[in-house]
């Protein structure tokens, strides 16, 4: 099987917007917007857990369920069928049409009075943002060449980081306006809870993002000229004869995704029974330095990756991202050991800064690296639905069950998400290790 990152290739991806590299950073521009709109419509539900629980009187597992497994089981299924139509459909109308259904069942979720409005409803957003992930993935990699693909994917990888920074920053002062009578007076919206409001706002800016992605020009795709099968079974066979590498490139990030899912997940309510941090003071902290540092650490070590990778490693990103997972473990577990509420806050922005989202570029990178064009939807979508189904769907309720049956008291949930980061983050790390082995031996 030939790989379509030749120079033919190159010069195919290069020409899919002829010479005009606006078009291509434009549809980055575009992607990562919609990225962020995605990560904020189902991260702001994250800042409701303690008004939820309150109004509608479920536990800390039922919440888990709305979190993971009811927004990521048909997220799950339905990124199977949209990798497939990546590699055949018009991508963008495919994105763009999806944004508008995602965002159209966010803001009804904002309306929802009982516990299964609310769980139709993240189901909802899950099948539409299945569309995102394997379709933007499959568009950069066919409008940049090679040597261009890191920059590319990591300024898209900063949409996840700007969206958790904006659901807390911009979910908190909703939150905050609601609650002060300020939207009291505001048609249809007013008579929402805090919480509601809350969830129901961030949907509508699905309009004008859909309207831009509508204005994208699709670019033309990068196509290995061996072969025309675009079939799962192609797919399933090019991941086996890679396993050597496909496996630990896949397990790696999954753990990471349970690892982090379910400690931004839980880190509100955490705050919440741990020292009375409402969700608006919540956001006006951890909102501004997700915003600030994220991004900065993100470029950091991408310049970094791009050192490294100049100078002949060329696990360089798979070995930044390892690393930098170690080290932030140590910021992350001291904020719950803090004294002051000021320290706290420190050790939270030392963590963030240093974590940023190198898995997921390094891991994008790779994918992008050794997947044929034609089958990068699909292999983008299969590896989206192991991520989210063992990792973003089972995260946040491995924490709650190790809160519930493994401690007690008020802080049961900072003891379970310690334990949690703790076991996890290594396992990550040493798997991303083992990518990295892999890409050297099959350099060798």
């Known amino acids: 099987m030939h790989s379509s990152d030749s120079p033919a290739g190159d010069a195919a991806a290069a020409g899919g917007y002829g010479a005009s590299s606006r078009s291509r950073w434009y549809l980055v521009a575009v992607l990562t917007l919609t990225m962020v709109l995605s990560f904020t419509d189902r991260n702001v539900f994250s800042l409701a857990i303690e008004p939820i629980k309150h109004d509608l009187g479920i536990s800390d597992v039922q919440i888990s369920l709305l979190i993971g497994v009811s927004f990521i089981s048909l997220y799950s299924i339905c990124s199977i069928a949209f990798g497939y139509f990546a590699d055949t459909a018009n991508r963008t109308v495919l994105v763009g049409t999806a944004v508008l259904f995602w965002s159209s069942m966010s803001a009804l979720c904002g309306f929802a009075t009982n516990y299964w409005q609310l769980a139709i409803g993240r189901a909802g957003i899950g099948i539409g943002e299945a569309a995102l992930q394997p379709n933007a993935l499959s568009l950069i990699r066919d409008a940049f060449p090679l040597e261009q693909r890191g920059r590319a994917f990591g300024i898209y990888g900063i949409g996840p980081v700007l969206g958790v920074g904006l659901a807390t920053l911009v979910g908190g002062l909703l939150y905050s306006f609601a609650a002060n009578g300020s939207a009291a007076d505001w048609p249809i919206l007013g008579a929402l809870r805090p919480?509601?409001?809350?969830?129901?706002?961030?949907?509508?800016?699905g309009l004008p993002?859909?309207?831009?992605?509508?204005?994208?020009r699709e670019p033309k795709r990068q196509l290995d000229s061996s072969k025309d099968s675009t079939s799962f079974g192609e797919m399933l066979r090019f991941l086996w004869q890679k396993r050597r590498l496909t496996l630990p490139l896949f397990a790696g990030p999954t753990i990471w995704s349970m690892a982090n899912s379910g400690w931004i997940a839980w880190m509100p309510a955490a705050m919440a029974r741990g020292w009375h941090i409402s969700p608006g003071e919540f956001g006006r902290y951890a909102g501004p330095?997700?915003?600030?540092?994220?991004?900065?650490?993100?470029?950091?070590?991408?310049?970094?990756?791009d050192r490294l990778s100049r100078g002949g490693l060329k696990d360089g990103p798979v070995r930044v991202a390892a690393v930098t997972q170690f080290v932030q473990l140590i910021p992350a577990l001291l904020i719950f050991q803090m004294p002051t509420e000021?320290?706290?806050?420190?050790?939270?922005?030392?963590?963030?800064?240093?974590?940023?989202?190198?898995?997921?570029?390094?891991?994008?990178?790779?994918?992008?690296?050794?997947?044929?064009?034609?089958?990068?939807?699909?292999?983008?979508?299969?590896?989206?639905?192991?991520?989210?189904?063992?990792?973003?769907?089972?995260?946040p309720t491995l924490y709650a069950l190790v809160a519930q049956f493994g401690f007690s008291g008020p802080r049961a949930l900072l003891y379970g998400m310690m334990t949690c980061y703790g076991a996890l983050m290594p396992v990550a790390a040493l798997l991303l290790l083992a990518v990295g082995r892999a890409i050297r031996n099959q350099a060798g």
């Open 195 to 205: 919480w509601q409001f809350m969830i129901a706002v961030p949907g509508l800016f």
């Open 342 to 395: 000021t320290s706290r806050w420190v050790m939270y922005a030392v963590s963030v800064v240093i974590s940023s989202q190198s898995v997921q570029v390094a891991a994008s990178a790779v994918l992008s690296q050794v997947t044929p064009g034609r089958l990068m939807g699909k292999t983008a979508a299969a590896f989206n639905l192991v991520q989210n189904v063992l990792g973003l769907a089972l995260g």
């Open 209 to 216: 993002i859909a309207l831009l992605l509508f204005s994208v």
């Open 289 to 305: 330095i997700t915003l600030i540092l994220t991004p900065v650490g993100l470029i950091t070590l991408g310049m970094l990756m």
